[in-house]
């Protein structure tokens, strides 16, 4: 099964980075160029343990539905989701937050695997890799962006601690 892992430093407290990778409302704005919205389950404010969304996107210029249920929860150090429904024939992101003395490592562990045996074996190898590397990226640069500045306050609640 193919694994992505990401190490991306924030300068931002570990509480606001991990809030903000829980934020419907932030991922939405992070994944703009898939048009990617959130259409049942949560569908705004921040996930929490075994809550489930479904996602909508355009991806390799297909519309594609996704939806994912929280499996692990530990405000601030980790969270789990993992696909119940879509596309792939599995799918696991590990998001793990550590203190760093410029604020936050947040590591990414992306785990999928592709339907159709040997043929989805080579799509994942030759193409699906490096596609879910790009996005990925993509995206946790936005939520730095959005952590590093003032922005993170439109997608978290005015007095929690972030």
């Not at 530990?74 to 792939?88: E, K, N, S, T, Y």
């Not at 599995?90 to 550590?98: G, I, L, Y």
């Not at 790009?134 to 601690?161: D, H, M, T």
């Amino acid at each position: 099964m193919p694994l992505i892992k990401l190490s991306t430093v924030i300068s931002a407290p570990r509480e606001r980075v991990f809030d903000l990778a829980c934020s419907i409302d932030a991922h939405q704005d992070s994944t703009e160029g898939t048009q990617e919205r959130a259409i049942a389950g949560v569908t705004s404010g921040l996930i929490g343990l075994n809550d489930e969304v479904t996602w909508e996107a355009r991806h390799l210029g297909l519309r594609q539905r996704l939806t994912v249920r929280v499996t692990g929860f530990d405000r601030p150090q980790h969270f789990q989701d993992i696909m119940v429904a879509g596309a792939f024939k599995s799918m696991r992101h590990d998001h793990e937050f550590f203190e760093h003395p410029s604020g936050t490592l947040m590591i990414d562990h992306f785990e999928f695997q592709s339907p159709f045996g040997l043929l989805g074996k080579i799509v994942d190898r030759f193409f699906l890799i490096a596609y879910m590397r790009r996005f990925l990226v993509r995206r946790n640069g936005i939520l730095k962006k959005l952590a590093e500045s003032k922005a993170w306050n439109r997608y978290l609640e005015p007095g929690r601690k972030s």
